[in-house]
């Protein structure tokens, strides 16, 4: 089976910084797309940015210029740099990847369980 485990989150100051970690593990053949997602007290989840494996990236507005999506390859990781934090960013953050398993011919959708950000002011 696949797992997705995310590591990294917890309670910052406004101004600071978090770095978010989510490891793949399980009958992996290949991983094409990594991201994250966060989801706020009574909101929708909506993407935050997500990195391809050629590093293609994707960013919401929001996280633009203030966030950094990264992967590491060899350890089937993606990261997530957050620098100026802002209370607004308080949510649930969930890693997602396209994965396909070994002996699949297809590649499905998969889900961290989430970690919690909370931003103070």
């Known amino acids: 089976q696949v797992q997705l485990v995310e590591s990294g989150g917890g309670l910052v100051q406004a101004g600071g910084s978090l770095t978010l970690s989510c490891a793949a593990s399980?009958?992996?053949?290949?991983?094409?797309?990594m991201g994250w997602y966060r989801q706020a007290p009574g909101e929708q989840r909506e993407l935050v940015a997500t990195i391809s494996s050629g590093g293609g990236r994707i960013y919401a507005d929001s996280a633009k210029d203030r966030f950094t999506i990264s992967r590491d390859n060899a350890k089937s990781t993606v990261y997530l740099q957050m620098n100026s934090l802002k209370p607004e960013d308080t949510a649930v953050y969930s890693c997602?990847?396209?994965?396909?398993?070994?002996?699949?011919?297809?590649?499905?959708?998969?889900w961290g369980q989430g970690t919690q950000v909370t931003v103070s002011s």
């Open positions: 399980g009958s992996i053949f290949s991983i094409s797309i």
């Open positions: 997602n990847a396209i994965i396909r398993r070994l002996l699949s011919t297809s590649s499905y959708n998969y």
